[in-house]
């Protein structure tokens, strides 16, 4: 089962470009599945987390995590069918 999600995982991060230099995505595709297209975006960078945890332990960062993805699904539920992390 576990490989089966890694390579799903992997087949999805393949049809997206991602230059890690500067965070942007260049290049994006259209999923189909059951008959639903889907665009296939949505690549965030988190940088700096490694000072918080340094500064204030795993579970603040692990928190403030938390919550940077509970804003970022709120801001885009009304546009997203999916939004995972």
């Known amino acids: 089962m ?3 999600e890694i390579e ?3 087949k999805l991060l393949s049809l997206i470009s991602y230059d890690q230099e500067s965070g942007f995505i260049k290049n994006m595709a259209i999923i ?3 008959n639903n297209q889907y665009l296939a975006v949505g690549i965030i960078k988190l940088c ?3 000072a918080v945890e340094a500064v204030f332990g795993v579970d603040e960062r692990n928190k403030i995590v938390r919550k940077l993805c509970q804003r970022i699904a709120e801001k885009y539920a009304q546009c997203c069918d999916i939004v995972t992390f």
């Open 32 to 34: 189909e599945s059951n």
């Open 2 to 4: 576990k490989d089966a």
């Open 48 to 50: 700096g987390l490694e």
């Open 8 to 10: 799903r995982s992997n």
